[in-house]
């Protein structure tokens, strides 16, 4: 509220600041949609990302060097380090401190991406996109501690742009207009639909497994999770074998000794020969270490990598309203997509 009447100071900064995040707590789909960012500026635009750095036992302001951990950096800055050898990495809980460290530490910055910031608001972005689960709109939620909600839905009026995520691949017409009409974007609000597109599983522990796997040959998988929302990834690996095993964990959960050695017992005890483990990429952040290496690493362990891919009317408008405010750091948002289309 001190916000919303000017009592308290939202800062802009003289470079293109994007920010990512969501009305829910827990997991939206906001990684993914920082990834896409990154894969589409990268080419063009020297890039930071800025993250609270949940979990990590560091404190302060740090920006990502040689020889980072989930401990010094937390699970998803970590992600973004590995995956993307030409940004910077930071970590700050004070996010306006950290954009201002940013600026003076990274030469000819030209964009900062703020990871889960929307309700960070000493910051005024150019640009805010709030991202909402398929399965789980916040228009179906209430304030915590009741549900998951932050703040009060009133608070998307805010976003530039509202990204639904993980919705089903083949999207029909109707259920688009369906979303539209449940979600009630303001006038110049740009709402968009993206899915998620999973890739081959990678090993977590690098030479320890093959390198590809052939899941037709797999009967039995047990699914490790520590996420938000483990409904999509159940869904996809159930089409994968015969037998799927869940252990699940809270988001962002650290794996101790007991939780590996339940793992270890679980696999060993399935009744069959073609059987893997299967967790995150989020999740293998926090096994790759040499503790979980130790208990974990003869067995076959392995992530599956997601991306996020927006239906093609989306993708069009989404780029177009992003690579507009940093050629010109300002808003270009197109009207938001017809509920006739």
């Given amino acids: 509220m001190l916000f919303d009447i000017k009592i308290l100071p939202s800062e802009k900064f003289n470079i293109p600041i994007i920010s990512v995040g969501n009305l829910i707590a827990g997991g939206s789909g906001k990684t993914p949609t920082v990834e896409y960012l990154i894969r589409l500026l990268d080419a063009t635009t020297k890039i930071a990302t800025l993250s609270r750095g949940y979990k ?5 302001y740090r920006l990502a060097g040689e020889n980072e951990t989930v401990e010094t950096l937390g699970d998803e800055p970590l992600q973004y380090l590995q995956k993307f050898t030409d940004i910077s990495v930071a970590v700050c809980e004070n996010r306006r401190d950290g954009i201002r460290n940013l600026i003076s530490d990274v030469a000819g910055l030209e964009t900062v991406i703020l990871d889960d910031a929307f309700q960070h608001r000493y910051v ?10 398929y399965f789980k709109l916040f228009t179906k939620d209430w304030m915590l501690p009741f549900g998951r ?3 009060h839905i009133s608070g998307r009026k805010r976003a530039d742009i509202i990204v639904i995520t993980k919705t089903p691949r083949i999207f029909s017409p109707i259920v688009r207009k369906q979303l539209l009409e449940e979600i009630k974007p303001y006038p110049g609000q740009l709402v968009c639909f993206s899915y998620i597109n999973y890739l081959p ?11 590809s796997v052939k899941t037709e040959n797999v009967y039995s998988i047990i699914m490790v999770t520590g996420i938000g929302n483990p409904g999509p990834m159940q869904e996809y690996l159930r089409r994968l074998c015969t037998d799927l095993e869940l252990m699940e964990f809270p988001d962002h959960h650290d794996f101790n000794e007991k ?3 339940q793992i270890k017992e679980k696999f ?10 299967v967790t995150t990429e989020k999740d293998a952040k926090r096994l790759q270490n040499a503790e979980a290496e130790a208990i974990l690493g003869d067995l076959p ?3 599956a990598p997601i991306n996020f891919e927006f239906h093609p ?10 690579l507009a405010v940093i050629k010109s750091g300002t808003k270009n948002i197109a009207e938001p997509i017809s509920t006739d289309q």
Avoid at 124 to 133: A, F, N, R, W, Y
Avoid at 268 to 277: A, Q, S
């Fill in 259 to 261: 939780d590996l050695l």
């Fill in 268 to 277: 060993k005890n399935l009744p069959t020969k073609r059987k893997i483990i």
């Fill in 313 to 322: 009317a989306d993708k069009m408008l989404f780029d177009k309203a992003v």
């Fill in 301 to 303: 362990l392995l992530y």
């Fill in 149 to 151: 909600l932050r703040e």
């Fill in 201 to 211: 599983f990678v090993p977590v522990y690098e030479n320890k497994c093959e390198n």
């Fill in 124 to 133: 005024k972005p150019e640009l805010s996109i709030l991202v909402t689960d």
């Fill in 56 to 60: 990590r036992k560091t404190k302060g």
